[in-house]
């Protein structure tokens, strides 16, 4: 639930700050009501202060408030849960309780055989190749 508030919080914001894109705008804008910062500010820290005075002064309206934020909240998980099932009933390739052919773990099976035995033509190393520093084409030219 808190999602949807937020979202509602930004998506209201956007569409305030748009306006300031776009220059055709700001002349009907300044036909318009004007907003002072510091009442805006006052005013929305009042609001919370009552709203968080509710709690107090009437406390079944918030134990009620609380119940149906949870209630809402189950409600929403288990629409999810059922948009969920309806997409992978749609869009799934194989069968529900066969796992994907396509999907790679990057797990790799051990081999009964050790890396010497596997193959005994490869070449063993006591220190680790490097690669030898290049010798300069124009020097070698000169030469």
């Known amino acids: 639930m808190w999602f949807f508030v937020k979202a509602a919080c930004w998506f209201s914001l956007v569409l305030v700050l748009l306006p300031f894109l776009d220059p055709s705008s700001t002349e009907k804008l300044q036909r318009g009501p004007k907003v002072e910062i510091g009442d805006t500010f ?13 709690c107090i002064q009437k406390p079944d309206v918030c134990e009620k408030g609380a119940e149906t934020f949870v209630a ?3 409600r929403a998980r288990e629409g999810a849960r059922i948009a969920y099932e309806f997409l992978d009933t749609q869009f ?15 797990t790799v099976t051990p081999t009964e055989t050790s890396h010497d035995e596997a193959n005994p033509s490869a070449p063993t190393f006591k220190r ?3 690669p030898e520093k290049r010798l300069d084409p124009r020097a070698a030219v000169a030469q």
């Open 42 to 54: 006052s005013a929305a820290s009042e609001a919370f202060q009552y709203v968080s005075a509710i």
């Open 128 to 130: 680790t190749p490097v």
């Open 92 to 106: 799934a390739e194989t069968d529900a309780g066969a796992p994907d052919a396509k999907i790679m773990t990057g």
């Open 72 to 74: 809402l909240g189950h």
